[in-house]
């Protein structure tokens, strides 16, 4: 028999059914500007920030299933504590998987038997007190933001199926001292193979800090990650982008990717390096310095946060200063009495217009600009992961905008800025909703601008309410709408039921 309080390892489980249920528009300004009043898309804030697993296309069915086991739980007695300080090492596992299918064929006459699975997480981990190793495949969002009301973390949302990764990371924030904690990643990943540059692999860190106790009102965050798209092959890039096919991959490129030295100022090897790994770094780089400062409050706590954009040069010299995530989140720490109450607002504005000026002229620090965020030279798919962007979904692919503004590049449209709200909280014990609001200026890009800016309304409120059925199943429903230039108008509704729970918890002594 298992004694009450001892510590457990729990395999769980969690099945969601859903349909995406998109009406149909007939009004004649979008059949005259986008040639597509026949065809309605899921709404923007029903599939961003989804690891990739929601569609763009029209009414969809929808089953999702994932099984997991998780650490220990916390131990809740002194012998139980005891017994976790000798527990040196842990281990786990996830996997989830998503199935769609078309409610219509392409012609919108008749059910399609088309079914497509995405396989958004399946990894394996083990922990050595507060470090963790893991390999696979995982949900993540890094740099500082809301982890569910935001726009998105700008360098990593989760708005794309994540790549493969083998990381190593603490585990949430690690003590130094009393007063100093550490939350970093070191990664190695590997792209989709049917890329434009096929075979290409991401290095990955990001260093934190936090400054205040677990305890204290006051905490000061600081830290950086670092993203870099390398290595791979392609046989239709012209000379002056690669050398025999090959992009560099050797381990002295490694050293040079991790520490983003630059080949200017050294002589290399030019059969093996082209004139654009010269005259830059190697790989695509990109990340974000974050700041932030939390006040944790009895009754209210408040985060501000900033996000501040580097691809080249444009932020040691500050030209690009003015781009950024800057965000405040407000939670309610009240005691929860089981009425209407507002758990979490988060108030967001994403800048990426600067880009540190239209001019690019190496050798003037001032004129360091046209960084054209999420694009590269060599890796023609930019910023993504099964053709989703990975970063913020507000600079998205070009292919997900409608025909009048073209583009050769990944995105054509990376000069935006948006002003977001996003909302959490409950009626009862038993109903609660969230609602993300977002309005947006959109300029294309500096090598391509649109004739005018173009404006868009995207939002959502979801419901979602705990019923008796089976043991207890949610009932979710979610309501997204768009509106402007550039998804058109989009209605659509997503109602799921979602039943999670416990499968085995096996004791430990």
Same mark, same amino acid.
């Given at each position: 028999?298992?004694?009450?309080?001892?510590?457990?390892?729990?395999?769980?489980?969690?099945?969601?059914?859903?349909?995406?249920?998109?009406?149909?528009?007939? /009004?004649?300004?979008?059949?005259?500007?986008?040639?597509?009043? /026949?065809?309605?898309?899921?709404? #923007?804030?029903?599939?961003?920030?989804?690891?990739?697993?929601?569609?763009? &296309?029209?009414? $969809?069915?929808?089953?999702?299933?994932?099984?997991?086991? /998780?650490?220990?739980?916390?131990?809740?007695?002194?012998?139980?504590?005891?017994?976790?300080?000798?527990?040196? $090492?842990?281990?786990?596992?996830?996997? /989830?998987?998503?199935?769609?299918?078309?409610?219509?064929?392409?012609?919108?006459?008749?059910?399609?038997?088309?079914?497509?699975? $995405?396989?958004?997480?399946?990894?394996? =981990?083990?922990? %050595?007190? &507060?470090?963790?190793?893991?390999?696979?495949?995982?949900?993540?969002?890094?740099?500082?933001?809301?982890?569910?009301?935001?726009?998105?973390?700008?360098?990593?949302?989760?708005?794309?199926?994540?790549?493969?990764?083998?990381?190593?990371?603490?585990?949430?924030?690690?003590?130094?001292?009393?007063?100093?904690?550490?939350?970093?990643?070191?990664?190695?990943?590997? +792209?989709?193979?049917?890329?434009?540059?096929?075979?290409?692999?991401?290095?990955?860190?990001?260093?934190?800090?936090?400054?205040?106790?677990?305890?204290?009102?006051?905490?000061?965050?600081?830290? !950086?990650?670092?993203?870099?798209?390398?290595?791979?092959?392609?046989?239709?890039?012209?000379?002056?982008?690669?050398?025999?096919?090959?992009?560099?991959?050797?381990?002295?490129?490694?050293?040079?990717?991790?520490?983003?030295?630059?080949?200017?100022?050294?002589? %290399?090897?030019?059969?093996?390096?082209?004139?654009?790994?010269?005259?830059?770094?190697?790989?695509?780089?990109?990340?974000?310095?974050?700041?932030? !400062?939390?006040?944790? &409050?009895?009754?209210?706590? $408040? #985060?501000?946060?900033?996000?501040?954009?580097?691809?080249?040069?444009?932020?040691?010299?500050? %030209?690009?200063?003015?781009?950024?995530?800057?965000?405040?989140? +407000?939670?309610?720490?009240?005691?929860?009495?089981?009425?209407?109450?507002?758990?979490?607002?988060?108030?967001?504005?994403?800048?990426?217009?600067?880009?540190?000026?239209?001019?690019? %002229?190496?050798?003037?620090?001032? =004129?360091?600009?046209?960084?054209?965020?999420?694009?590269?030279?060599?890796?023609?798919?930019?910023?993504?992961?099964?053709?989703?962007?990975?970063?913020?979904? #507000?600079?998205?692919?070009?292919?997900?905008?409608?025909?009048?503004?073209?583009?050769?590049?990944?995105?054509?449209?990376?000069?935006?800025?948006?002003?977001?709200?996003?909302?959490?909280?409950?009626?009862?014990?038993?109903?609660?909703?969230?609602?993300?609001?977002?309005?947006?200026?959109?300029?294309?890009?500096?090598?391509?601008?649109?004739?005018? !800016?173009?404006?868009?309304?995207?939002? !959502?409120?979801?419901?979602?309410?705990?019923?008796?059925?089976? &043991?207890?199943?949610?009932?979710?429903?979610?309501?997204?709408?768009? =509106?402007?230039?550039?998804?058109?108008?989009?209605?659509?509704?997503?109602?799921?039921?979602?039943?999670?729970?416990?499968? =085995?918890?096996?004791?430990?002594?």
């Amino acid at each position: 028999m298992a004694a009450y309080g001892q510590t457990t390892k729990p395999l769980t489980f969690q099945v969601e059914l859903g349909s995406y249920i998109t009406p149909q528009f007939t /009004d004649s300004q979008r059949k005259a500007q986008a040639g597509s009043a /026949d065809r309605a898309e899921i709404p #923007f804030w029903l599939r961003a920030n989804q690891y990739g697993i929601v569609p763009r &296309g029209e009414n $969809v069915y929808t089953l999702r299933t994932g099984l997991r086991v /998780d650490y220990h739980g916390a131990p809740v007695t002194a012998i139980d504590s005891l017994r976790a300080s000798h527990r040196h $090492v842990d281990w786990g596992w996830g996997f /989830d998987l998503a199935a769609n299918a078309n409610g219509f064929n392409a012609n919108r006459t008749k059910p399609s038997n088309m079914v497509a699975f $995405v396989l958004p997480e399946a990894y394996v =981990k083990m922990r %050595i007190r &507060g470090i963790e190793a893991w390999g696979g495949r995982r949900r993540e969002i890094i740099g500082l933001a809301d982890s569910s009301l935001s726009t998105g973390s700008y360098i990593w949302s989760g708005n794309a199926v994540p790549p493969l990764k083998i990381q190593l990371n603490t585990v949430g924030w690690v003590p130094l001292t009393r007063w100093l904690y550490v939350n970093a990643l070191y990664a190695h990943g590997w +792209f989709e193979y049917n890329r434009f540059v096929k075979g290409s692999m991401l290095h990955q860190k990001a260093l934190y800090l936090r400054l205040g106790s677990a305890t204290g009102k006051f905490w000061f965050i600081g830290g !950086m990650n670092h993203s870099v798209q390398w290595g791979g092959n392609n046989e239709s890039l012209p000379s002056s982008f690669i050398r025999n096919s090959q992009l560099p991959a050797s381990s002295e490129d490694y050293i040079d990717v991790v520490l983003g030295s630059s080949l200017g100022d050294r002589l %290399i090897d030019t059969t093996k390096y082209s004139p654009f790994d010269a005259g830059n770094r190697i790989g695509n780089h990109l990340g974000t310095v974050d700041l932030g !400062m939390e006040f944790r &409050g009895k009754a209210v706590s $408040v #985060f501000f946060y900033r996000q501040s954009i580097y691809e080249d040069g444009s932020l040691f010299y500050l %030209i690009n200063i003015a781009d950024g995530l800057h965000g405040t989140r +407000f939670t309610n720490n009240r005691p929860n009495r089981g009425g209407f109450r507002l758990n979490r607002a988060v108030l967001e504005y994403l800048n990426t217009y600067s880009q540190g000026g239209g001019e690019f %002229i190496n050798e003037d620090p001032s =004129k360091r600009g046209r960084d054209n965020y999420f694009n590269h030279g060599q890796y023609r798919d930019g910023w993504s992961s099964y053709g989703r962007t990975i970063g913020t979904p #507000f600079i998205a692919p070009a292919t997900d905008l409608p025909s009048r503004y073209p583009g050769n590049e990944f995105t054509n449209n990376n000069r935006v800025r948006v002003y977001h709200v996003g909302l959490s909280g409950q009626f009862s014990k038993r109903m609660g909703f969230t609602g993300k609001f977002s309005y947006s200026q959109n300029l294309g890009i500096y090598d391509a601008p649109f004739n005018q !800016m173009a404006a868009q309304f995207s939002g !959502m409120i979801g419901l979602y309410s705990q019923l008796n059925w089976l &043991g207890g199943t949610v009932l979710n429903t979610t309501v997204g709408y768009d =509106k402007g230039d550039l998804y058109e108008n989009n209605l659509g509704l997503f109602v799921s039921l979602k039943k999670s729970g416990l499968i =085995k918890s096996r004791f430990t002594k």
